[in-house]
């Protein structure tokens, strides 16, 4: 039976599983930044005619309703992550 030092010490797992953190803290960042940038614009735009200002209503709330849905993609991101971690673990056995 291996341990978690030799999973650890094979490159093989460790080159497959490099990216799964780093991808992870990307959308992360993304993430927080389109929503801080979407929070900047949406008070900025002004005078602008009922038919123009609900649709940019609209946008906006379907954007930060985007933003939700993404967090749900990132937790099934580190989900799979998680998941090929166990399979890894499995496989040294």
Request: overall charge positive; cysteine-free; aromatic content about 6%.
């Amino acid at each position: 039976m291996r341990s978690i030092r030799d999973f650890l010490r094979d490159r093989r797992a460790s080159v497959s599983l490099r990216g799964a953190p780093i991808t992870l803290v990307i959308v992360a960042v993304t993430l927080a930044i389109g929503v801080y940038i979407l929070a900047n614009i949406q008070p900025s735009i002004k005078g602008l005619t009922g038919t123009a200002n609900t649709t940019v209503t609209n946008i906006f709330t379907q954007a930060y309703s985007a933003f939700g849905l993404l967090v749900v993609g990132l937790l099934v991101l580190a989900a799979v992550a998680i998941l090929v971690i166990i399979r890894y673990l499995a496989a040294a056995r």
